[in-house]
């Protein structure tokens, strides 16, 4: 009895000296990945929220707004801020916790908490009216931010979104290190490993039918390997299905010019599920279908995507929703959801 007392303390004690050491270590990693890779652009304090932007070009103001797990860095990789610059003042934002931006523990992020702040942050940097290109999770953002502050919002893009709520058994699955006390013990510990080592399959199912592009690899992996990233990534999936389900009847009220824009043979969310019956419920709204392009179709098919960015700027314009209108006074939406969590 005794040595079986011995083991096991011996084998949770080895447990626990593994465990501690994952820690360390992954934090180390994480500190040496932020000084490989330091912030491209800038910084503004919103609410607490220290957000990280990069701004490019002059012209008519463009704000994109990047997918869950990723970063900046998946958007400029891509080539569609460059090109998007020499039209446009281009805004790109690291949303909440995603690269260099913070995310505080005492805000629940929904996608009307984000829009909130983005809105907030873009009146900061003088941007009151603006075309809005939004690309998975993102486009959640989007769609929240242009049914709160239509008058913003000159025209609204919308690539590989998920605008329906149904049932996602990968939602739940992904959301672990989102829980408090056991979700902080597996981003530190097993979690970046078992993300190194799914990354390949990962980037396959993201971007098939198509292949990873030369240029996706412009993209810092370990950066959304960090805990606190993967922390962010798995709350986004924990949101998605609620983030869906509370802006799904808001959609008939998108009055300005809309674009949405899907990858055929996308793993990630159903096209016909999803954009073809957006498209259906708003009325006046484009629907283009990228062939073989996939999840990943700012990557897969970038010239197309801000093709239908210029086709919006273009029925803005002549529908007199472009920028350079007067703004109507600020909607009022709901304050962010505040909760006090362990930081």
Known sequence: MTSRISNLQIALAAA??????????????????????????KFIEVDDVRLHYVERGSGEPLVLLHGNGVTIDDLDSSGLIDLAAAKHRVIAFDRPGFGHSSRPRTTIWTAQAQAELIHKALLQLGVRRFLLFGHSWGACVAVRLAADHPQAVSGLVLASGYYFPNFRADAIALSGPAVPGLGDVLRYTISPLVGRLMWPLMLRKLFAPATVPAKFRAFPRDMALRPSQLRASAAESMLMIPAAYGISGRYEDLKMPVAIVAGEGDRIVDIDDQSGRLHDRISGSTFKRIEGGGHMVHQTATREVMSA???????????????????????????????LLPS
């Open 309 to 339: 960015i210029e086709d919006v700027e273009r029925v803005s314009r002549e529908r007199g929703w472009g920028a350079s209108l007067t703004p109507r006074p600020s909607a009022t939406s709901d304050a962010p959801v505040r909760r």
């Open 16 to 41: 626990l000296a593994a465990g501690v050491g994952a820690a360390v270590a992954n934090a180390l990693i994480a500190r040496r990945t932020e000084r490989r890779n330091p912030p491209k652009g």
